[in-house]
């Protein structure tokens, strides 16, 4: 099995996509430099596989990048693409109750996530589903905020976290 990368230039800076034939693996800030060996550990825990990755541009990377440019400039509100996630089954629940019930423009707390993932008591677990999200932008971890409505920390920095609410909630 081939796995392709390709970095994705955007106003927050490179996103590193990695990807299979037919779907993606991973999505995060950063440059095929510092995130490519996050990229491969993900591949050989998650797939046990030891991969081999080019830097060839596969249907599915350039329409990731096509949604990605599409999102940055006002014209997409959600993506299309396949993805499957890989973590354990609680974070799994939790990205996948994020990616369905967080809408563009919306925030949600914490809290609220951990209630609607199915364990109101789980908030610090939520964060840390949070800190893992392998799909940057595309699973909106940007939008889960404190329970005040304080910007909370993001991996990819809190600045980068206002810029997304920003462009979200600007007409």
Known sequence: MEFHQKEIVTPLGPILAT???EKLL????GDAEEKGDLHKKHIRAF???HPVIDNGDTELLKETEKQLQEYFQGERRSFDLPYEFHGTAFQKNVWKTLASEVQFGETCSYKELAKNA?????????GGAMNKNPFSVIVPCHRVVGHTGKLTGYGG?????????ELETTP
């Open 19 to 21: 990807a299979d034939e």
């Open 26 to 29: 991973r999505l995060d800030y």
């Open 47 to 49: 797939l046990d596989k």
């Open 118 to 126: 199915g364990n109101e008591k789980a908030v610090r677990a939520i």
């Open 157 to 165: 920095g809190v600045d980068k976290k206002v810029y997304l609410l």
